[in-house]
């Protein structure tokens, strides 16, 4: 049986782009493992659970009241209840100024070197869900980068949507510091589609420290913290492309061992490439 990472931003994901590839690899039979940067339960955007929103950029709903059902059932179950932590699981990289450094960078390597020989070899493939809140605590999350790293020196499928792209640009071996997906073509949340107003995080992050989750901390940032589409078009470099697919219903790409989506829409497409991926050996699609 084939097993799956998924990993989930704790200050809100976006539904669909959890249910998509989720159902895929379900229908697949494939065992699923979740993981959080601090192995919290992880919290879907409430307007990604409300068929009535409307997305300004799109000015239409993106969100449909089957997804919207399926969004809350997932989250009223005890299904994303116990989430593996990323902070428990892989160290931090040791700061230069620290008294000890050279030893304590080769402690981390070491550590890491054993998770991917030892831990991440029992694993398929890794899908990182989309969202808003994938800007906070996943973009520049430096032992999602480490863990992504292990995928790719496996050579194993790194699947990734909308926001959550984010993660592929900033992941690089820390000696080197380039982009893993320099030279690739992949696909993201393009700035046609980026909200002026709305970007909003929510999740057990509550503004009076209650931590209710669900809503009860809803934050609206404004704009996205950062223009997606540019990171990415400077990642790839002269030798890759970014493409938006603006005008197109659905945008998911390969460019082996990387699966990467748009946003909602092509969220079902998206887990339905990384099953034929990791069926039929597919390294090239959508461009």
Known sequence: MKKILFVLSEWGYWG????????????????????????????????????GYIDPPLGRSVTSEEMAEKTRKINDSERLDNPKSLAD????????SSATYLRDMEAYYKQIDKIIAEELSEYDA????????????????????????????????IAAECYGVACLAFARDFREKKSLIWGKHVTGHPID????????????????????G?????????????PLEFILRDAVGSDGAFIGNVGHQTSVLVDYPFITSRSTASSRECGRILVQVLETG?????W
Request: net charge negative.
């Open 16 to 51: 669909e782009e959890l249910i998509g590839p989720l159902e895929a690899c379900d229908s697949a039979g494939y065992d699923i493992t979740f993981l959080t940067p601090n192995g919290k339960k992880p919290t879907p955007l409430s307007v990604s659970c409300a068929p």
């Open 89 to 96: 699981w892989f160290p931090r990289r040791a700061y230069p």
């Open 193 to 212: 589609y980026d909200y002026l107003d709305g970007t909003g995080f929510e999740g057990h992050h509550a503004i009076d420290g209650t931590n209710k």
């Open 282 to 286: 597919l390294t090239r699609y959508g």
């Open 126 to 157: 890794l899908a990182i869900v989309g969202g808003s809140g994938a800007m906070v605590d996943l973009a520049n999350n430096q032992r999602l980068h480490d863990l992504i790293l292990g995928f790719y020196k496996l050579q194993k499928p």
């Open 214 to 226: 669900f809503g009860d901390g809803y934050i609206n940032f404004g704009p996205p913290f950062y």
